[in-house]
Each structure stands twice: as structure tokens, then as C-alpha cells.
């Protein structure tokens, strides 16, 4: 693992500043994190803690971007890859944007689902079914809306990877280490946030109509999903719980899974707010720099 990491790690001068060192190991901690996989072996907690060191990362970028030494080399040299990072920076932003959007939707359907079930024990069958099929269907939809924007941030990170010349002079050590770090920390966001929007829209377990199912077909799919339940996040769980469970599990649903799964929305929401307000900070503290 740590062979893999070092292959891909940033490239760095041996008179590196610490606060590129810096970045550096904190960028190295979110290596770890695989997009690839987050939909349906990561834990909100592994979420959070992406989100956690990506914050690290940008309040490090802003201690790298506050020294006299880098806005000079900044200032003085070609624009062209600042803008790629303020041009970056936004699509980040906008992608916050989204996420959040998502979040919020997902977290007032939780409440509705919430109120619905308590409802339910006073007899409210009627209120809950049409509770639980608004929420399947926000759930599908956010996850074929949220596809396309993980697509979107994967192209982003396409031309990270093109090298920058040889420095002939420590100024221009320093420069291209700056602008090494603010290509890895851009790649790092995306991957952050692609990991995020996979786990809060993974697909869904069950089905909607579960009202139709003969006893055998439901037998089988209860089988099913314990075969793979390791593999689902708690967004899943609470999936089978709805669908799948039996009814005395669906009464005691609103006092488990759902309250785990608002909590888990809460959380991420709250992480990635954090990030967001880092990334106006760190466009501002680059449009500075440039307006010089």
C-alpha cells in the first residue's frame, strides 16, 4: 500500500517549503480513500474523515498561498495554470453546491419518512406507503443525477498529471512545487467529492411495490440482501428496513436506522460546508495574489 502511494505522491524539491511538505502527507492520507469502492464499502465515518483532512489540505494551501515567497513566484510568472486552479476552483464549488442540494433533499424525505411511521403505530398505513415511495424515488433520481456530475468530476482530473519543466533556479523549484500542490489538491477535491455523492446516492436495495411479492420471492430476496450486507452503506440498511423488513421491524424502524441515517446526513452536510467555505477562501487568496 504504502509502495502505491509513493507512485503517486507529489513530486517534490529537496529544499521543499514544510508547508508543501506538509500538504504533501495530507494529501497522502486521502489517497487512501478509492473512489472506486465508496458507494458500497465506505462508512459515512470514512466520509467524514476524507472531508476532515481535505479541509487540512486547503487551511495548509492558504499558509503555502500567504507566503511572501509564492506570491511573489506567482505574480511574476505565467497565469495560465492559476487560472486552472480558479477555473477548477469553481466547478468545486459548484459541485458543493449540488452535493448540499442533495443532502438537504435526502434529509427533509428522512424527516417526512419519520413522522409518517410514528403515524403509522396510530394506524397511518396509508401515509407511510406513500412516504416511503417518495423517498425511493428521490433516492433513484439523485443517484442517476449524481452519476453524471461523478462523470463530470472524473474528465476534471484527466490533465492533472502533465509535467511541468525542469527549474533552473530555486524560484522556479518553488513555483513549480506550488503549482504541483495546487494540482494534486484539485484531483484530491474531486476525488473527495465524487467518493461523497457516490455514498449518499448508492443504489437501491429493494423494491417499492413490496405489497405485490409472494411469500417465496420475498423469502428470497431477504436471503439475498443478507448475503451482501456487508457490502451496504447505512443509506442501504435503511433501504432493506423499509422494504424488506417485516412489519414489527418497520415499526421499530424510526428509532434505528432512520435517526442513524439523518444523523449520517447531518454530518457529511456539515463537512462539506467546511470545505466549501474553504474553497471561496483559497480562490480569494489566489485572486489576490494575481490582481498584483
Known amino acids: 500500500m504504502a509502495a502505491k502511494f509513493q507512485k503517486r505522491s507529489v513530486s517534490l524539491p529537496a529544499r521543499a517549503h514544510p508547508t508543501t511538505i506538509k ?5 497522502t492520507k486521502l489517497r487512501e480513500f478509492d473512489q472506486s469502492s465508496a458507494a458500497t464499502s465506505s462508512s459515512s465515518s470514512a466520509i467524514c474523515s476524507s472531508l ?9 494551501l492558504d499558509e503555502l498561498l500567504a507566503l511572501s515567497s509564492t506570491q511573489e513566484a506567482l505574480s511574476r510568472r505565467c497565469v495560465a495554470e492559476e487560472e486552472r486552479f480558479l477555473d477548477g476552483s ?13 443532502i438537504s433533499r435526502l434529509r427533509e424525505n428522512v424527516a417526512a419518512l419519520q413522522s409518517a411511521i410514528r403515524r403509522r403505530r396510530k394506524g397511518g398505513d396509508s401515509v407511510l406507503e406513500s ?7 428521490l433516492r433513484r433520481k439523485t443517484r442517476k443525477d449524481a452519476r453524471k456530475l461523478v462523470a463530470q468530476l472524473k474528465q476534471q482530473m484527466g490533465n492533472r498529471d502533465y509535467k511541468l519543466p525542469a527549474a533552473d533556479h530555486d524560484d522556479d523549484e518553488h513555483f513549480s512545487a506550488v503549482i504541483r500542490v495546487m494540482r494534486e489538491v484539485n484531483a484530491a477535491s474531486n476525488r473527495v467529492l465524487g467518493a461523497l455523492l457516490s455514498f449518499v446516492t448508492p443504489p437501491v436495495c429493494g423494491r417499492a411495490k413490496q405489497s405485490k411479492w409472494g411469500i417465496a420471492s420475498k423469502l428470497m430476496m431477504t436471503r439475498k440482501v443478507a448475503a451482501v450486507e456487508c457490502e451496504m ?5 435503511a433501504d432493506v428496513a423499509l422494504l424488506i423488513g417485516d412489519d414489527q421491524k418497520k415499526r421499530e424502524f424510526g428509532t434505528k436506522e432512520l435517526e442513524s441515517v ?6 457529511i452536510e456539515d463537512g462539506l460546508e467546511g470545505v466549501f467555505r474553504r474553497l471561496i477562501k483559497s480562490r480569494a487568496s489566489l485572486l489576490n495574489i494575481l490582481s498584483r
Not at 93 to 100: G, N, P, Q, R, S
Not at 131 to 137: A, E, G, L, M, R
Not at 233 to 237: D, G, K, L, M, V
Open 23 to 27: 500538504i504533501h502527507e495530507e494529501l
Open 52 to 60: 476532515s483532512t481535505l479541509r487540512d489540505v486547503y487551511d495548509s
Open 90 to 102: 469553481v466547478k468545486l464549488m459548484d459541485t458543493c453546491e449540488i452535493a448540499k442540494d442533495v
Open 131 to 137: 412516504s416511503v415511495s417518495d423517498y425511493i424515488q
Open 233 to 237: 452503506n447505512e443509506i442501504q440498511a
Open 262 to 267: 439523518e444523523g449520517c446526513f447531518k454530518e
